[in-house]
């Protein structure tokens, strides 16, 4: 998305023109001699153009989303840092009036999306999303963050968007090649997560879903509490979710089966004090440590 930003804003600027990246996700665009009202038209422009531009990140199709704002100096003595903090204001006040619907659709694309390729149901998600909001509120989430939770639940498997339909459809044991390719959607997750504003702060939660208390999961093998709170929990009622559920492949557990299989796993899969929690507080049922079964 960076990219075609780029390339938008490049396509419309002329030979005197300075156009730069200041931030993540944010660019500036200098227009030496230009008045109030061309800077608006050309605005405009640009942001017709933009919703007119779509991409294709891992199979699915997003409208690229641009906020733009505007200021203007109209004395050589104004303070330039000013003038960029109104264009700032503007193009905030922007991304305010556009970000509900634009989101909305950016959401509504993606799952439509991961639900068609990745073969996980829609009940799976909400499941696991009802799941990780009760962990989240037991440990006292603020609401930003039973937010960012929320989100990572619902979309923890975006990177399976580019995994081979035949792959994650296969009901028999994976081989090595194909298992290789199973492991590499966190990164890819990652990516696209990184790829657009709504889901940057998600990013390091997808890319470390499948990471292990001990140090032993991927792609990158950290351990602990170097493994982000939130993939810690949706490492959990993710694996929880997917014992219980029919599924092809799977020997349906009862509740009480899967609480148990994630106990004998605290400590070595998962966080044994979130373990604990969920088992004990969220499902109601005893959780005995690996050592005294």
Known sequence: MLIEAGKLLKKYSRSEDIVARIGGDEF???????????????????????????????????????????????????????????????????????????????????????????????????????????????????????????????????????????????????????????RKHPEVGYRIAQSTSELMPIAEYILSHHERWDGSGYPQGISGEQIPLIARIISIVDAYDAMTEERPYNIVKTEKEACKEICSKAGTQFDPALVKLFVEKIMGHKCQSPAQH
Request: charged content about 30%.
């Open 28 to 182: 500036c665009m200098l227009l030496p001699k230009t008045d109030a009202d061309t800077a608006k038209s050309l605005v405009q422009k640009m942001h017709e153009d933009s919703e007119r531009t779509s991409i294709d990140i891992a199979g699915t199709i997003i409208k690229l989303s641009i906020s733009f704002g505007q200021g203007t100096m109209l004395a050589t003595d104004e303070d330039l840092g000013e003038i960029i903090n109104l264009a700032e204001d503007s193009m905030r006040r922007s991304k305010l009036f556009n970000r509900d619907s634009t989101r909305s659709d950016l959401m509504a694309s993606i799952r439509a999306t991961l639900l068609e390729k990745s073969h996980e149901t829609a009940e799976h998600t909400q499941r696991m999303t009802s799941l990780a909001k009760k962990i989240g509120k037991e440990l006292h989430f603020s609401d930003h963050l039973l937010f960012e939770l929320e989100l990572a639940a619902d979309l923890h498997d975006i990177g399976k968007m580019s995994v081979d339909h035949r792959i994650l459809a296969k009901s028999g044991k994976l081989n090595d090649e194909e298992w290789a390719e199973i």
